[in-house]
């Protein structure tokens, strides 16, 4: 290392070694062999290889790392320096690493420069749409566990790991600061830490404004956003994650240029963002359906507020039920449908049942669609792999009978960016096909 380091050392295996040069962030528990210093929860740790006169056992027990990880344990010579960064003692990923560079100092400018980066970013890959964009993306934007989403004058928050929990009061001011001074109105930052994730990290859940230093009143948690042109209010307390999904906003546009004169199904609608999109590109009459009472609520206001009512209906149901009911009584012509699901799945234990539901409805929309009809179908889960889901859509097809003419196959928008060595931020699937 190149100067005097003040962090506790974590000496890890050959196997998270190759995975940090390969341009991996996260080190797990079972792959600590060593420790020198003294461990606290968040605290910044430095990671290096095991030295070369290392007699230490390959198979050392992650229960031993951690038990040694509250003393300082060990007189093994340090090896080579792989990279600095937040230690989690309860969570599997033991490390998230911030920074390759041993010059980096993790103060104030250092962050300030880490936000500034996604900021211009963001600007360069957005362009006009940055009024509504995801600013930081976890680990994409070297921001471990922190995801901040900006809805016109509100920024949602979700802070999934301990470490960046701990640097809050750093890292919020300094978005706010960056942004108003880039001319971007704000009203306040709302936290959404209301998920059961924040607990593997030893995290409590919670929602509610963040305090910052300017004269605040009382914030209204409802705002509205333009995308592609449709107005919808959000409510960054009680929606869905952190109010509403930005991932799908150009997958939205390219619905819309296929609507134009079909009849269009939207299954899974949420607050109806897809089925709006078909609405304003020209579709003769859109059905949107979803399960909750409330999101259809939300979606049929979406329609009055962009004056596309008139052209669309609302349905509570539960889709895997809908479609066979729809298939069987022949009285609802659609020819185009779209399957825009929850994630199914959120581990590889499950990955399985999974696909058998993902195979249940992209079957049954085949089956329902007549010859020259048109399907957009996706998955948000990174568990299940695109050649996966590809694999389910060739066995769907084969058993409605039916050949799948693809138009596009896209992914997430450009504001939640896909590092190629961390195969966790590429998640969403989407296909756009005509079925023949």
């Known amino acids: 290392m190149k100067q005097q380091r003040a962090y506790p050392i974590l000496t890890v295996s050959k196997k998270a070694e190759r995975s940090i040069l390969n ?74 690493l911030i920074s390759r560079n041993a010059n980096d100092k993790f103060d104030t400018a250092f962050w300030a420069r880490r936000i500034r980066y996604a900021w211009e970013y963001r600007k360069t890959v957005m362009g006009a749409d940055i009024d509504c964009c995801r600013v930081i993306f976890g680990e994409a934007d070297q921001f471990p566990g922190l995801t901040v989403d900006r809805f016109h004058d509100i920024l949602v928050t979700q802070t ?20 108003t001074e880039d001319g971007q109105k704000i009203r306040g930052i709302y936290e959404r830490n209301d998920v059961s994730i924040r607990e593997l990290e030893g995290l409590k859940q919670y929602k509610g404004w963040y305090p910052l230093d300017i004269a605040q009143t009382q914030i209204d948690p409802l705002t509205e956003i333009t995308e592609n042109g449709i107005i919808y209010q959000v409510d960054v307390e009680n929606g869905q994650k952190t109010g509403f999904f930005l991932d799908q906003k150009y997958n939205r546009q390219a619905v819309a240029r296929l609507a134009a004169g079909k009849r269009v199904l939207d299954c899974f609608t949420h607050t109806g963002s897809f089925a709006l999109n078909a609405a304003k590109g ?40 809908l479609l066979p009911q729809l298939e069987q009584s022949h009285e609802e012509k659609y020819d185009f449908i779209i399957l825009d699901p929850p994630a199914f799945t959120k581990s590889r234990r499950t990955v399985d049942s999974a696909k058998k539901g993902y195979k249940e409805i992209n079957l049954r929309a085949m089956k329902l669609l007549p010859r020259g009809g048109y399907l957009a179908t996706c998955s948000c889960s990174h568990f299940m792999p695109d050649e996966l889901f590809i694999k389910m859509l060739h066995s769907a097809a084969a058993d409605a009978g039916v050949q799948l003419r693809q138009i596009e196959a896209r992914q997430q928008a450009p504001d939640h960016p896909i590092l190629w060595n961390v195969p966790e931020t590429d998640y969403l699937k989407f296909y756009l096909f005509q079925v023949i």
């Not at 999934?160 to 942004?179: E, N, R, T, W």
């Not at 059905?287 to 609520?297: L, M, N």
């Not at 962009?306 to 669309?312: F, H, I, K, S, Y």
């Open 23 to 96: 341009g991996h962030p996260w080190i797990y528990d079972a792959e600590i062999r060593d420790v020198i210093g003294t461990l606290s929860n968040g605290c910044l740790v430095d990671v290096v290889s095991a030295s070369s006169d290392s007699r230490q056992d390959a198979n050392h027990a992650s229960s031993d790392s951690t038990h040694s990880a509250k003393k300082e344990s060990s007189t093994q010579k340090p090896g080579r320096y792989l990279g600095t960064g937040f230690y989690s003692e309860h969570s599997k990923i033991r490390i998230r």
């Open 160 to 179: 999934l790991s301990y470490g960046m929990d701990l640097l809050k009061p750093v890292i919020f001011p300094l978005l706010y600061q960056i942004l």
């Open 282 to 321: 020209g579709a003769t009459h859109v059905c949107a359906v979803d399960i909750s009472q409330s999101a259809i609520e939300m979606a049929r206001h979406n329609a009055e507020r962009n004056g596309l009512a008139d052209r669309m209906t609302f349905r509570v149901a539960n889709v895997f039920d």
